[in-house]
């Protein structure tokens, strides 16, 4: 899958880059098209003749050729590569990207990429487990790329411990899942509900849930890095996209959601149902506000909302893929598997209320997969941006 495929190599100054050298020849050798990018530390290490003999390109490390004046395009570079690689990298580099400290070739380019980044860091121990490199490498997932954790072992400082940088055979493994299991939705149309709905009982008090949309929104995300074009029907939430190009119509009620969804969904090619739905709306909702004064307490007669999963259930064309979420508190799988044939769902998010740090407001999600074809996966907890990756990784393989 790696064959004709524009690797943009990222090198920068750890003693692992003796093995970008062997990471170089694979990709090579697989057909793909490398540049390599090196920071000025990384040619302490390696040296650029190398690297161009092996990759047929000269080696771009600054912004201008001295004696020629020739200016090297890091916009240029971050269209040309399908894929960014940056192996390894070192606490420094990865906290230049986390942060945008764009003072070198290799970080410009990072900057300008349109591809999925890959990040193979390499470092001692304590620098990997310094919270200084957890946040900048939470940051990096956070911008959707994707860390190739280092493995433990033993270290250049004959320390042991987790740093090492992932083996060339296998982060050219990972490429090549990558690129086979085909992560890319360019030119289809991606409908997500998120958030939760207000149900008005007067004009200042209203019926609502816990929900804040950051997992519809990083749905949303992650969708549009994959190429889609992507549409969100929102109820009233404070998160926006991080990624430029998301549409976003806000809704109050499940009324208008509903209304929303039943304008896009003949046009859309996949449908993410993850908004907390009100089940019920004040079935007379007053035009001023109630008051206290007024003796009794007020009974709230309740109407039923539209299920609106269900109901694109119904309209759903052969060839339209239809997701919704389960966040159940007993009988989790079960209930999950009920609703997925009562609505026509191609695929279920369960998420359990009992799983700590999942479910509303947090910044995780711990996630189960289930598909009306039987086939069941579980997942750990994860930031929530990773849940995204995870259940739109699985949208494309359906
Ligand atoms: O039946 P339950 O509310 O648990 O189902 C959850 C799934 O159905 C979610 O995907 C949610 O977005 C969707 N749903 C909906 N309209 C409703 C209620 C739930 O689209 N009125």
């Not at 692992?16 to 090579?28: D, E, G, I, W």
């Not at 987790?162 to 296998?170: A, L, N």
């Not at 995300?221 to 806000?250: L, N, W």
Request: proline share 6%; net charge neutral; hydrophobic share 45%.
């Amino acid at each position: 899958m790696l064959s004709g495929k524009h690797i943009l190599l990222g090198i920068t100054g750890g003693i692992a880059a003796y093995k970008s050298v062997t990471l170089l020849r694979l990709l090579v050798k697989r057909g793909a098209e490398v540049q390599v990018v090196i920071t000025p530390s990384g040619k302490e290490f390696i040296t650029p003749v190398t690297l161009s003999a092996l990759s047929g390109k000269p080696v771009i490390c600054d912004f201008f050729t001295a004696n020629t004046g020739e200016w090297h395009s890091h916009v240029d570079l971050g269209l040309w590569a399908d894929a960014m690689v940056i192996a390894p990298a070192t606490a420094c580099t990865i906290a230049k990207m986390a942060h945008g400290v764009a003072d070198n070739m290799l970080v410009t380019s990072y900057l300008s990429a349109k591809a999925p980044v890959f990040i193979a860091p390499a470092m001692d121990l304590d620098m990997m487990a310094h919270p200084s490199t957890t946040r900048n490498l939470e940051l990096l997932r956070s911008y959707g790329n994707h860390i190739i954790e280092p493995a433990a072992g033993e270290l250049a400082s004959h320390l042991v411990g987790k740093g090492r940088m992932e083996e060339p055979e296998r982060i050219v493994e990972i490429l090549d899942d990558f690129f086979s299991a085909g992560h890319s939705l360019k030119g289809k149309k991606v409908l997500i509900t998120a958030g939760p709905t207000y149900e008005r009982i007067d004009p200042v008090r209203f019926i609502g849930n816990f929900s804040t949309g950051k997992m519809g929104y990083a749905i949303a995300d992650a969708a549009a890095r994959m190429g889609a074009d992507v549409t969100v029907v929102s109820g009233p939430v404070s998160v926006t996209p991080k990624e430029t190009g998301v549409k976003v119509i806000r809704v109050e009620s499940a009324k208008e959601m509903c209304g929303e969804c039943l304008t896009l969904f003949p046009e859309s090619d996949i449908a993410i149902m993850s908004a907390a739905v009100a089940d019920y709306a004040p079935a007379d909702p007053r035009q001023s506000k109630i008051k206290r004064e007024s003796q009794e307490p007020p009974v709230l007669h309740l109407v039923k909302n539209p299920d609106i999963a269900a109901t694109l259930g119904a309209r759903k064309r052969p060839g339209q893929i239809l997701v919704g979420f389960a966040l159940e508190t007993d009988n989790e799988a079960e209930n999950a598997r009920k609703k997925l044939l009562s609505k026509n769902l191609d695929m279920i998010v369960l998420n359990s209320l009992r799983d700590a740090d999942a479910g509303f407001g947090t910044d995780t999600n711990k996630i189960t997969l289930i598909t009306a074809s039987g086939q069941t996966a579980g997942f750990p907890l994860k930031p929530k941006s990773e849940v995204a990756e995870d259940i739109m990784k699985a949208v494309c393989r359906l």
